[in-house]
């Protein structure tokens, strides 16, 4: 495995480590926070599309098989320009966690990882870049791309967590799809 291609695999191992915390901490941080999440935020406040742990962990199994997926693509063609989009959007998602815990004046669950990982990501990025050879303008629109795509994709998980959440509970009352 060259350098380049152990830079791409650390994307999803990144990504898991960091929804991980998520994943474990946010069905009970959201019941803790219930009444300031509602009060003082609104529906403008962290997390607002969850559900349920189980929809989010389909969310989180969605992105991670987008994520691997592109990692393997990438290094198989070594073409990386779709790894540096998705790549850009996930090092801003890391800025966007250190936000809604400033916004929310306390802990937000993927806070823990954003802080180390933060740094790391950008060091991924610039090697990553240095490895490539790729120029500024092409690193700068792969980055937009990126920056354009992630929070698409994001609003299209909230859809899908809403979805499979009703699913789920379909699915625990004993009931069958097309039900209600």
């Keep these: 495995m060259n350098a380049?291609?152990?830079?791409?695999w650390l994307f999803p191992v990144i990504f898991m480590v960091h929804d991980f915390e998520e994943i474990v901490l946010v069905g009970a941080w959201r019941k803790r926070n219930e009444?300031?999440?509602?009060?003082?935020?609104?529906?403008?406040?962290p997390y607002t599309a969850f559900v349920s742990t189980a929809s989010f962990s389909f969310a989180v199994e969605i992105e991670f098989v987008l994520f691997a997926g592109?990692?393997?693509?990438?290094?198989?063609?070594?073409?990386?320009?779709?790894?540096?989009?998705f790549f850009a959007g996930f090092t801003l998602h890391l800025l966007v966690h250190i936000g809604m815990t400033a916004r929310f004046g306390?802990?937000?669950?993927?806070?823990?990882?954003a802080i180390p990982f933060l740094p790391l990501s950008v060091w991924i990025f610039f090697?990553?870049?240095?490895?490539?050879?790729y120029g500024a303008i092409t690193l700068a629109a792969a980055t937009l791309v990126g920056l354009a795509a992630m929070p698409a994709?994001?609003?299209?998980?909230?859809?899908?967590?809403?979805?499979?959440?009703?699913?789920?509970?379909?699915?625990a009352r004993g009931g069958r799809p097309g039900e209600n």
């Design 4 to 8: 380049m291609s152990a830079l791409a």
């Design 35 to 45: 009444r300031r999440l509602s009060e003082a935020l609104g529906k403008r406040g």
């Design 70 to 85: 592109i990692a393997l693509i990438s290094c198989l063609t070594g073409n990386y320009l779709v790894w540096f989009a």
């Design 106 to 113: 306390g802990y937000v669950p993927g806070l823990a990882t």
């Design 127 to 133: 090697r990553a870049a240095s490895l490539t050879g």
């Design 153 to 171: 994709l994001i609003f299209g998980l909230h859809k899908c967590m809403a979805a499979f959440g009703r699913r789920i509970n379909l699915y």
